[in-house]
């Protein structure tokens, strides 16, 4: 775990090996099963997770009991609820184990005392969250301008890991339909090859 989140790191950064195993000491291992909330509705976003292995999703409950997944985190992606987990106020969302998952948990009182000591991990964030807002600010324009199977072809064009490992009725809540209008898209798409 702690390698995979190392090597992230450096992606972005340069830390000598000393500071980071410093900065090492501000994270906790956390394993979570399959559908585990790691975040309950109503409840303080406390951590900040790296996905070493496995998946997290982020969702709400509609009005009508239907849960919206509106972000996934695979390995090597970080998974909060950034409004929460920033102004320690209770959450709209719900964050669960999609697969059984090997995490790296920040609590936001580890991650205030981290920055303090190590300031160039802020860039790393900094970046992180640069990433993160321009994938969302993607996908709220394809939300305008793709019809919903051009959404979809376009997805797993661009993550075909994610079909492979996310079940349908997932991935269709994150795109914005039913299942049954997935499997519709999926077969057309059998009958044109």
């Known amino acids: 775990m702690v390698s995979a989140l190392q090597q992230h790191i450096e992606k972005f950064i340069t830390v000598n090996s000393r500071d980071f195993a410093e900065i090492l000491s501000y994270f906790k291992p956390v394993k979570a099963n399959k559908k585990q909330n790691l975040l309950i509705e109503g409840k303080i976003c406390t951590s900040n997770y790296f996905v070493a292995k496995g998946c997290l999703r982020l969702f709400f409950v509609t009005e009508k009991g239907i849960e919206q997944t509106i972000q996934f985190a695979l390995e090597n992606w970080w998974m909060a609820d950034y409004n929460s987990f920033s102004t320690q106020t209770p959450s709209q969302f719900y964050i669960q184990a999609v697969e059984k998952s090997e ?3 920040l609590e936001w009182s580890s991650q ?3 920055l303090a000591r190590f300031p160039q991990m802020e860039r790393y964030f900094r970046l992180m969250h640069q990433r993160a807002h321009a994938a969302a600010q993607f996908r709220i324009k394809n939300l305008y301008v793709l019809s919903r199977e051009e959404s979809y072809h376009l997805f797993i064009t661009k993550y075909p890991e994610f079909v492979q ?8 809540s994150f795109l914005g339909f039913t299942p049954e209008y997935l499997s519709e898209i999926r077969n057309r798409k059998k009958k044109i090859s």
């Not at 490992?165 to 269709?172: E, K, S």
């Open 112 to 114: 205030e005392k981290m």
């Open 165 to 172: 490992r996310i079940p349908q009725y997932l991935l269709a």
């Open 103 to 105: 995490l790296l948990e």
